[in-house]
């Protein structure tokens, strides 16, 4: 159990929010399989992706951990990649898992992949079944869908053109990485815009992938070339700030150059559509920004729909927004939280409740109900990172008792200096 931060007056400053952790997997993933010695900076040291990092090691890639934080990998190419002498562990990690099933599909060895308990509950069929069709032969356990997954090495993989049943920018990635060792051109249609990081981040390692908004096609047997990465700080992180400094009375709080792609950049209008006071400078590229946050009144909103995807990870934190605002808010669309980490939908609103947030689940979201005054309980993470990070800006706005939190480690899959970061900026 760990004492939460509670009763904070007000929150003022600047805080450099650490690396994007979609972004720093793929820097890891790419650079490894590219040809030549690739550099990142601002990549995340967490644990997700720390089991990214040490599955490439396993598979022979050296990878130096420089002093300044940033990374050096040393890349063999798809085909300098050795069989590993031990099961590769994903950790907590959906994103190296399903990635690195498809990546790993065309390898000519036999692999297999573990998780934690949570991994190991989250469904792979949505990877396994269009690998499959791309001729990979890999398997779930004991003829499930759930890891440990086994993958054996085939003659070669066909490329395929795969409909997406499910907005996912994992199971995406997976079919795109498998398609670079498939035969001929791999064409995937998707449902709603999920995040383009692979479809970005394998341009810049030299690859033709063509992109006409959810539409995209790779042509296999493509290399890549090793290339320097700058990884934003992570909007996914930084949320968690945002709101903490919208909800806290008498706030200003400044974030230097947040990762604001548009693919992932829904929770900035959502929460402006609740009146939050966000102010947004773009960087050159476009993609990032400084973000300057101001306590705000919100009041209630309603969105579903192709906005999801842009949001799906903050989705928690918004739901905390928005027992603080006035009237109503309704989700709709996001049965994708059912299957992250934990359920979210379920996770987030048996916490609030405990506090006294008003919060209804519903099949594909949430109904909450505002303003409620938070009051001190004993809450859980259930070894969820953004369910453990949102209840401790839950905690900061209650006034008097002690909030404990269960499972506080959790954090660190994707923020381990979140307790510490938080702390320098609250009064
Ligand atoms: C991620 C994609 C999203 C997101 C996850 C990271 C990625 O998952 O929730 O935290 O890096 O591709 P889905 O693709 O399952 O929606």
Same mark, same amino acid.
């Given at each position: 159990m760990k004492e939460l931060l509670t009763n904070a007056n007000r929150i003022q400053g600047e805080i450099v929010i650490p690396g994007d952790k979609s972004i720093s997997h793929r820097s890891i993933m790419f650079a490894a399989i590219a040809h030549g010695t690739s550099k990142i900076t601002g990549f995340l040291h967490a644990e997700d992706c720390i089991s990214t990092?040490?599955?490439?090691?396993?598979?022979?890639?050296?990878?130096?951990e420089l002093e300044d934080g940033s990374v050096i990998v040393h890349g063999k190419g798809i085909e300098g990649l050795q069989a590993p002498s031990e099961? +590769?562990?994903?950790?907590? @990690?959906? *994103?190296?898992?399903?990635?690195l099933a498809g990546l790993f599909s065309g390898f000519p060895f036999k692999l297999k992949m573990i998780g934690d308990a949570s991994l @190991?509950?989250?469904?792979?069929?949505? $990877?396994?079944?269009? &690998?499959?069709?791309?001729?990979a032969s890999i398997s779930g356990s004991e003829g499930s869908e759930f890891a440990p997954l086994y993958i054996q090495p085939v003659d070669h993989l066909n490329a395929i053109e795969y409909d997406m049943p499910v907005a996912s920018a994992q199971v995406k990635s997976s079919i795109l990485l498998a398609g670079l060792t498939a035969k001929g051109t791999?064409?995937?249609?998707? #449902? /709603? #815009?999920?995040?383009d990081h692979t479809e970005r981040m394998l341009r810049q390692f030299g690859v033709n992938i063509e992109v006409d908004d959810k539409d995209i096609s790779l042509e296999g047997g493509q290399t890549l070339t090793a290339s320097d990465v700058k990884v934003p700080a992570d909007i996914s992180s930084a949320a968690f700030f945002i709101v903490?400094?919208? &909800?806290? #009375?008498? @706030?200003?709080?400044?974030?230097?150059?947040?990762? +604001?792609?548009? *693919?992932?950049?829904?929770?900035?209008? $959502?929460?402006?559509?609740?009146g939050a006071f966000?102010? *947004?400078?773009?960087?050159?590229?476009g993609l990032s920004a400084d973000l300057t946050v101001q306590s705000s009144d919100l009041k209630g909103t309603e969105?579903?729909?192709?906005?999801?995807?842009?949001?799906?990870? /903050?989705?928690?934190?918004?739901?905390?927004?928005?027992?603080?605002?006035?009237?109503?808010t309704i989700i709709r669309d996001a049965q994708e939280l059912k299957v992250k980490e934990t359920d979210r939908i379920q996770v987030t609103a048996q916490e609030l409740n405990k506090m006294g947030a008003n919060i209804i689940e519903t099949e594909d979201g949430m109904i909450i109900t505002g303003? *409620?005054?938070?009051?001190?309980?004993?809450?859980?993470?259930h070894g969820d990172h953004r369910i453990g990070m949102m209840l401790q800006i839950a905690a900061l706005l209650v006034e008097e008792g002690t909030v404990n939190l269960a499972d506080a480690e959790a954090v660190n899959i994707s923020f381990p200096s979140f307790f510490d970061d938080l702390a320098s900026i609250v009064d």
């Open positions: 990092m040490n599955i490439f090691r396993a598979l022979g890639v050296q990878i130096d099961a +590769l562990d994903a950790g907590n @990690s959906g *994103t190296t898992m399903r990635l @190991s509950k989250r469904p792979m069929n949505r $990877v396994m079944i269009p &690998l499959r069709q791309m001729g791999t064409i995937i249609h998707e #449902k /709603e #815009k999920s995040r903490a400094a919208l &909800l806290v #009375k008498d @706030s200003q709080l400044r974030m230097p150059n947040v990762g +604001l792609n548009p *693919t992932r950049a829904g929770i900035i209008e $959502v929460l402006k559509n609740m966000i102010e *947004t400078e773009y960087n050159e590229t969105f579903g729909g192709d906005i999801i995807p842009t949001l799906i990870d /903050e989705i928690p934190i918004i739901a905390l927004a928005a027992t603080q605002a006035e009237g109503t303003p *409620t005054p938070l009051h001190a309980a004993d809450v859980d993470s």
